[in-house]
């Protein structure tokens, strides 16, 4: 096994145990969890209202929102990135490698963080939060709680990474052909989630052409949520997060 492909399955063992600690957690700490990815998802869709709505940059935003922060359960398609580690590098470019270890990356950091802020959560005495206010409260109080602003920053720049390797990727000529013609021997070696999140990444970067009108603008507005989560006056914050968080939107 090579260093990448190392890298690659230790990211995925750290994911998998903080997903079966999660598994076998108490239910209110798996409520918590829940609460804390659905504040993040509706934050993700009012923060990116303009590029799921668009046209041409509607499918990347939704790859962003599916396979980054989404609360679908990835066992599946992380066991087989794991599985085939060592296959990946030998069979495709060195790109794809890399994006399949920012990928793992990428989730081992959100699944560290999400469990802390979960775990945080979960310790607030009293009634779960009802309203988007009291939502928004608690979500901040547990982010400052938790702090970690180096592995937030991080976390940022390992999506930011994963989308510009993916930009790359699809730029390598015949790689999408390559995909298509790997479909039946993916599905008959078990390995047809990973095939789907090769193709759906490859297919929503490819659909927006040139990336930069994105990716630009992912950076700045995540850095302006995070940096006001950690040193905005609370009041103006919470409010601004209630508002993400609101029906409405």
């Known amino acids: 096994m090579t260093p990448t492909a190392d890298t690659l399955r230790n990211h995925l063992v750290e994911v998998e145990r903080l997903r079966q600690a999660a598994f076998d957690a ?46 679908h359960d990835y066992r599946q398609r ?8 060592g296959a990946i590098e030998r069979l495709f470019p060195a790109k794809v490698m890399a994006l399949a270890v920012q990928l793992a990356e990428v989730h081992a950091l959100t699944e560290t963080l999400d469990w ?25 109080a547990c982010w400052r709680q938790v702090g970690r602003p180096a592995d937030r920053e991080r976390q940022l720049q390992a999506v930011m990474a994963l989308g510009w390797q993916l930009a790359e990727v699809v730029r390598i000529p015949g ?5 298509r013609l790997m479909r039946k021997p993916a ?11 090769l193709e759906n990444g ?11 009108g994105f990716l630009h603008e992912v950076h700045p507005r995540e850095s302006d949520w995070i940096g ?12 601004r997060l209630a508002s993400a968080l609101s029906p409405a939107n």
Do not use: C, K
């Open 26 to 71: 108490p239910a209110n700490v798996r409520a918590a969890l829940a609460g804390v990815r659905s504040v993040q998802v509706q934050r993700f869709h009012f923060t990116y209202a303009d590029f799921l709505a668009s046209p041409r940059h509607g499918q990347a935003a939704r790859f962003f929102l599916n396979e980054l922060y989404g609360s």
């Open 175 to 179: 790689l999408r052909m390559a995909l």
């Open 228 to 239: 006001s989560f950690f040193a905005a006056e609370l009041p103006g914050i919470t409010q």
């Open 116 to 140: 802390q802020l979960s775990q945080a959560w979960s310790a607030v005495p009293g009634a779960p939060p009802d309203t988007a206010e009291e939502t928004a409260g608690r979500y901040l």
């Open 78 to 85: 992380d066991a087989q990135f794991a599985r085939i580690a």
């Open 187 to 197: 599905h008959a070696a078990g390995l047809a989630v990973l095939q789907e999140v």
């Open 202 to 212: 490859f297919d929503a970067f490819t659909s927006m052409g040139q990336p930069d």
